[in-house]
């Protein structure tokens, strides 16, 4: 359980710096994965096809979030939170995991490394998202 949660938070890191810093997916994750000490491989392996996906699907998600967060354009929502969006949309639209544990832990990502109401927001769109007729 904890290793996708590890998993998520190397995954949004990477999805994070490389909107940042304007660099592939690659080089993010070669970037994350530099710093992080004894990473299991099974960990190391979710978090890598989690932000590969998430990045490639970004221009889909991004649509949905702009569609879903009503007087918020996507240029005003901070990039951790952007990232971690495109995380949990990933996951949901995948349908690999339950929806109630990626919101969860989306929100929990939100909240760590963004702010306490980063949380609420995240946990509003993605709860419009679940039921919209597009989930």
Same mark, same amino acid.
């Given at each position: 359980m904890a290793k996708r949660s590890t998993s998520r938070r190397l995954a949004m890191q990477a999805l994070y710096q490389a909107e940042s810093a304007a660099i592939g997916?690659?080089? *993010? #994750?070669?970037?994350?994965?530099?710093s992080e000490h004894e990473l299991l491989p099974e960990t190391k392996s979710f978090?890598?096809?989690l932000a590969?996906?998430?990045w490639a699907d970004r221009a889909d998600s991004d649509r949905i979030i702009a569609s879903l967060a009503i007087d918020w354009p996507l240029d005003r929502i901070g990039r951790v939170d952007r990232g971690v969006l495109r995380? *949990? #949309?990933?996951e949901l639209k995948a349908k690999e995991t339950p929806a109630s544990v990626v919101v969860d832990e989306a929100v929990e990502?939100?909240?760590k490394y963004s702010s306490p109401e980063?949380?609420?927001f995240i946990n509003?769109?993605?709860g419009a998202y679940l039921r919209s007729p597009q989930a």
């Open positions: 997916i690659d080089e *993010a #994750l070669s970037n994350i994965f530099s978090a890598e096809t590969r996906a998430a995380l *949990a #949309l990933h990502l939100a909240k980063a949380g609420k509003g769109i993605l």
